[in-house]
Structure formats: structure tokens, C-alpha cells
């Protein structure tokens, strides 16, 4: 995932310390879960298999380098390795598209619709200069597993069949079906996995529940207005749109050049979409949705800003669009991301390219942001090819009839105590969940991790690093979830205490 802290999708949170607490009773049902739950305590020999297997994975360099480039060898590698130390999961396991892996967990009551968990094992390229340790090693310092992968999102991956592996040995009979799908090529586009794997599913029939994938985390020490850690689960993605723009002109000598050459006709243009950004969606999707449920929560005085949009919120909007980060919230983002053009020093250049990423934002469409990027430009000279394009996925619901949210609140509320702050919010990276979007109405993006503002840029980049603590908690976090699922879906009145 593209640097994983852009899907926490704070918005206007980072800007004005936006916050609710979630009071929902949660689902009903617990009655019909296992009469015998097993609890979540491990020995300490289970607690050092975990973090083992967790290096052990870590030392594979499962690197996607490019779409169709990436180390076969290692990707094959990890699946082996994932045979020999999770063994009881192998229960139903498929591969896919040669390195993507699909478990199926049958459970005993087929009247419950599935679900599935959804992960991947590559990991972006990792240059060992400026690592504290080589970024391969898997290496424990001070209470923390070094290396690349550790947070995206082998952690997860690895999380999810440790959790089962536990459940497995201990007996567990789950009630309602679920898959695993392990995606090899998410980092570069997810085709030939989570695609694969989605393709695979729906020839077969299968209809989802609910999807868990990455993308949210606990958020802690983000808002300085903050003072305790909160939950924000993604139920949402941006869309994109990538545009190569062309300008085609007879070369020539640079002794004579024209008035304009190909190269000043481009960067003209280029510079407007830069000027110009796309609307302020401010008060449009999930964004709106999370202010609407927490504005009565804000500390005053933002509370009474929150409560007043009608008045304020020209204010809030202009507000959020001073940081890169709530500004990507709030609007489809434009980003020039390559240019090519140029032969020689003395020759006019016959074609000049460039490449623009649109992140389209869940108001609007591919199409829209074409058509405004071709007014907005405004030169017949300049070409507009779309080299690929996908809308933003939709909005997936957060109330008290979500089972997948509520799942994720109630675990979370088991397993983080401390944690009493769960909102929705909207992802502005890509992830493999858009390929399900055709399983499932219900596709929400956590992490039950604690991210801190020092850990931002250890994505895809330098020292990426899990605590050991906070990893056993994640296989905890898993090891409830799965139980949990098997409830009946009883919802109940959302509550708000006021």
C-alpha cells in the first residue's frame, strides 16, 4: 500500500482535533456464539513462536519491483515457508496466480454468509542505506522486529494464520465460513493476485459478508488536542486516474526555435492543473458522514463550529486545505509524477510527455476529473491519453446493521480497552480491497496497531519497525475477531451519550 498513514484519512481530525467516542452497543447474538469461547491467552512459548515466525517471514525478501517484476523466487520461497510453520491452516489452500494464496475455512453452519480477511506478502524495495539494521534481517532491538514488511503489511498477513494456527490447535470449530486471500502484487497493482483471486470467487458463486483488509490503525499522539489514542477504521478508497498528456511539434534546429516549442507547451499546461486543483468536496462523502456523528464530541470551542457547518463550514473547508494531508481528503488530488522530452541540447523536441495521478475522491468520477482537467488545461495542442483509470470504491456502511464495523468495534473494545474512540474515514491510498468491490457491499481498512507520528515515514521508507508487544496484540486482536464473527447479526439502536 502506498504509504499506509495517508489511508488513516484524518481530515479535518488533523486540523481540528476531531474526535467522538463510539457508545454503540455493538451486536447482539452473543448467545449464538461457541458456547465454550476460547480465551485469548497464549504461553510464553507461543508468544516466542509468534515473533520468530514473524522474522522468519521478514527475511524473505518478497519485493515488487514493478507490475510483473518481482522476486519469484523469494514470493515462492514465502509460501513454502508459510506451509512449514503454519501446517494445521492448510486446511483448503489454493494458489493463485502463482503466488497469491486463497484459504477457505469451512464452518459449521452454512445458513451464516462468509467473510473474508485479506492481506499481502510483498513488500516495496528497501535499500539498506539509512536502516539502523539490513531491512531484511528481521533483527529484535529494544523490544522491537526490524525490517521491511513488518508494518506493511506482512504484520497482518502473518497475524491473521498465527491467530488461526491458535484457534486450530485449540479445537476451534468455527460457526461461519471465512476466506484468506494473500495477495502477492499489491504494492504494484494487485492484477495478478487479489484480481486473480476476486475473479476466481465470484465464478464460483461466493457472496461476502463483509471484507477486513489494511488501512486504518490506532491513531496516537496524532492530534496534539487529543490526549488518548482513537480508532479510525477506512470504509472507503479513493479512486485514480493516471493521464499521460502529449504535445507533438516538428522538430527542428535550436538556432531557429519557434515562439513556443513542445516543451513550453506542455509545462504550460502542466503548471495549470498544478494552480488549478480540482473542487473542494468538503461536506460530501465519508468525511461528512464522520463530522455529522462526532460533531456534538469536539472540544469547545470546534464543537461549536461543528455544530454550525450551515455557518462555519466555508471555514472549515478552506481550513483543511493548508495541509497536503487533510487537503487530500477533502478533494481529488493532482500530482505530476513524470515528464519526458528531449533529444539533444540543440534540438527542438519533436514530442513532449508528461504523466498526471489524479486520486479521485469518492464524490466524484473518472470522468468528471477528465473533463475538468481537459477545461481546465484549455489547449487543443496538448493529447489527454488515460493509461488507466478506476473510480473510488463505495462508501461502506458504519451503523449498528454493519457487521463487518461492528465486529471490528467490538474486538477492539475487547482487546484495546483503553481505546473508546472509533470513527469512520475514508482511505486516500489504493489497496487490493477494490478488486472485491463485486463480493461484498461491506470493505472496511484496519489495522489493530498503534501508529505514532514518529512510525508515518518508516512506510515505505527507512526503519520500519513493529513493537513485539504490539504484534502479539495483533495476533490477539485476530484470534478474538474470528470468534466474534461467529454471532448471528442482531443489531441494536445506535446510542449516543450525550
Known sequence: ???????????????????????????????????????????????VTMKETLKGAIQIPTVSFNPGEFNRTALAEFGEYMYKVFRTSFIQHEVVGEYSHLFTIQGSDPRLLPYMLVSHIDVV?????????????????????????????????????????????????????????????????????????????????????????????????????????????????????????????????????????SIGILAAAVSRLEQTPMPNMFGSGPLAMTLQQLASEFPFPTNIV??????????????????????????????????????????????????VNFRIHPAQTCQEVLKLAKNIVADDRV?????????????????????????????????????NIIVPGICIGITDSRYYSNLTTGIYRFNPIYLQPQDLHSFHGINEKISVQGYETQVKFMFEFLQNADADQKPVPHLHEL
Open 125 to 261: 524495495p528497501a535499500p539498506d542505506q539509512g536502516w539502523e539494521v539490513p531491512p531484511f534481517s528481521g533483527l529484535e532491538r529494544d523490544g522491537f522486529i526490524y525490517g521491511r514488511g513488518t508494518l506493511d503489511n506482512k504484520n497482518a498477513a502473518m497475524a491473521i494464520l498465527q491467530a488461526l494456527e491458535l484457534l486450530l490447535i485449540r479445537n476451534y470449530i468455527p460457526r461461519r465460513s471465512f476466506y484468506i486471500a494473500l495477495g502477492h502484487d499489491e504494492e504494484v497493482s494487485g492484477a495478478g493476485g487479489a484480481q486473480k483471486i476476486s475473479a476466481l470467487l465470484q465464478a464460483r458463486g461466493v457472496q461476502l459478508t463483509f471484507i477486513v483488509d489494511e488501512g486504518g490503525f490506532i491513531l496516537d499522539d496524532l492530534i496534539p488536542s487529543i490526549k488518548k489514542p482513537f480508532a479510525m477504521v477506512s470504509v472507503s478508497e479513493k479512486g485514480a486516474l493516471n493521464l499521460m498528456l502529449q504535445v507533438n511539434m516538428t522538430p527542428g534546429h535550436s538556432a531557429a526555435p519557434p515562439k513556443e516549442t
Open 383 to 419: 493529447q489527454f491519453h488515460v493509461l488507466d483509470a478506476f473510480d473510488p470504491l463505495p462508501v461502506s456502511p458504519s451503523d449498528d446493521q454493519a457487521l463487518g464495523y461492528q465486529l471490528i468495534r467490538q474486538t477492539l473494545q475487547s482487546v484495546f480497552p483503553e481505546v
Open 306 to 355: 461543528m455544530n454550525n457547518l450551515w455557518l462555519f463550514g466555508p471555514f472549515v473547508s478552506r481550513s483543511l486545505e493548508r495541509s497536503p494531508l487533510t487537503n487530500a481528503v477533502v478533494r481529488t488530488t493532482t500530482a505530476v509524477t513524470v515528464f519526458h522530452a528531449g533529444v539533444k541540447d540543440n534540438v527542438i523536441p519533436p514530442v513532449a510527455q508528461a504523466t
Open 1 to 47: 500500500m502506498a504509504r499506509p498513514y495517508v489511508c488513516t484519512a484524518m481530515a479535518a481530525l488533523l486540523l481540528l482535533g476531531v474526535a467522538a467516542v463510539s457508545t454503540s452497543k455493538g451486536l447482539k447474538g452473543k448467545e449464538h456464539q461457541r458456547a465454550s469461547r476460547i480465551p485469548s491467552q497464549f504461553s510464553q512459548e507461543e508468544r
